[in-house]
């Protein structure tokens, strides 16, 4: 069976040519190719689609104008061996793939696809005969549309040179390219790193002697072992001849001081001491509820909470800005409730001086959002839910609510109103207008979250206006908890369903989770899939969260 406008032996010896040998993929690639190709309206400017990387691009250069070098083939390695052609503007097209149960009439073939044999047991010419019989006839063919995302191309944009290697790369790769992040392949020679200034102009090192009389250019730090650590010397400070011996008793025989007789160049053509980059790390980090205090000491600004509430932490730009050389920023943990007065993070540069290239680079990371910021939680009007026929006709004692008002108390909210409402969708959902008329704006609820039969919290709820709902969680305990929005009267109410592990551990993705809801955070997908990892409680049997891993 011909492979479009090729006899097999003519696509065969194309193959040859261009991939080296003619492989059993690259063939059986061509007949699917050739049936996609056929399909699309005459005319179709296509692009396609390899569901793997092993031959069948090959195929796809080989019938068309589509290429790895034109960027009209994209791989999306999902492990199946399947390629779409689609129109490249509007997305419409038709994805070719094997239809297992059409093997069985070709032994040779359907154990060569399948890896039942290894190479050295298949039989070649059997297997080539086989495939150009079966032509594209063991092919399923259907319309698909490509997702918008895929559509068009995307551009490299601005180009810069890396500061660690530098070569050339797409800033949008980060403030150092995603060679130098981890992402080489290679193994090579220590090469020459960003090389810093360990002093600028104006600066000058000389023994501690001659630094009588001159002014110290940075701080320097005294530490005892156990018992101090802090500024022996600040900047701006002139040595004077009794702080000699203290020079000494701290290791400093050589100190860096402001030479006036050194010509200097200008401020921006100077690198920037610790305390200036510190300083202007510091006014683009700090948001609302955080502050900090300057001078920087020692080269380095801690930032404090200006009232207690949830931090919040920028953490993909905070790893970004990490990843520029001779840069650093530590800090507490997003979504960590934290004091009014507490350190929540710390940020510096390496060096006693920073390159205003790389100043410049961890600046433009930072943009104009603030990195952190603290929120203060809102003392909300909470109604609580708990259904179950078993508990609303009093088989079972409801020890639910009791633990809510406790967790109630701990947050700083108030419970307006209570209720214990059977398995029944309609009550559950005039509970819940009765909950909205009683001026709640946070509904906790239990009961119906698993997957029993007759669990119908969720659809009631649903029922009753439930939007934005996300259900099931990677924590332990709480997997089967919920959260989203049901419309209010004056604002939205917040809703969460809370498993029956609540009623048993002391602490569960509840309290992961109400700190956020209080703060006015939403809450993403993502942001739950994230809680995956230290999302297991280990139920010790003296519990001390939050100062444990759970939910870190």
Known sequence: MNIGNHTFQEFKTMAERFHGYAAPGLLLGGYMVALAQKHLPEGTLFEAISETRKCLPDAVQLLSLCSMGNNWIKVRDMGRYAVTLYDKYAGKGVRVSIDIKKLDAW?????????????????????????????????????????????????????????????????????????????????????????????????????????????????????????????????????????????????????????????????????????????????????????????????????????????????????????????????????????????????????????RALLGQALAVLGDEPLFTVTPLRRARMGVLVTGTEVFNGLIEDKFIPVMRDKAKQYGCDILRTAIVPDDKQKIVAEVQRMKEAGIDLLVTTGGMSVDPGDVTRPALLEAGLTDMLYGMPVLPGAMAMVGHIEGPAEDIQVMGVPACALFFKNTVFDLLIPRLLAGRRITRGELARLGEGGYCMACSVCTYPKCGFGK
């Open 107 to 355: 032994p040779e073939y359907r154990d060569w696809l399948m890896k039942r044999k290894p190479k050295k047991e298949q039989d070649e010419e059997k297997l080539l005969r086989e495939i150009e019989a079966a032509g594209d006839s063991i092919c399923r063919l259907e319309e698909v549309t490509v997702h918008a995302e895929l559509l068009g191309h995307f551009h490299t944009g601005e180009v810069g040179v890396c500061p660690v290697c530098g070569e050339g790369y797409p800033l949008k790769d980060g403030p150092i390219c995603r060679g130098c992040q981890g992402e080489r392949y290679y193994a090579t020679r220590p090469g020459e790193q960003v090389k810093h200034r360990e002093h600028a102009p104006g600066i000058r090192i000389v023994p501690a002697e001659e630094a009588v009389g001159k002014v110290l250019a940075h701080d320097m730090t005294r530490i005892v072992p156990g018992e101090f650590k802090g500024s022996a010397f600040t900047a701006g400070q002139t040595v004077g001849p009794g702080d000699l011996c203290r020079l000494q008793q701290i290791g400093r025989f050589d100190v860096a001081v402001l030479d006036p007789d050194v010509s200097t160049t200008s401020p921006a053509e100077s690198p920037a001491h610790e305390n200036e980059a510190a300083e202007c790390f510091a006014r683009r980090m700090a948001g609302r509820g955080v502050r900090y205090a300057l001078p920087p000491k020692e080269g380095k600004i801690d930032f404090v909470a200006d009232c207690s509430g949830l931090l919040s932490v920028d953490v993909k730009k905070l790893e970004r800005f990490n990843l520029v050389p001779n840069v650093m920023c530590a800090s507490r943990q997003d979504a960590t409730l934290v004091q009014e007065g507490k350190k929540i993070a710390g940020t510096r540069a390496i060096p006693l001086f920073l390159d």
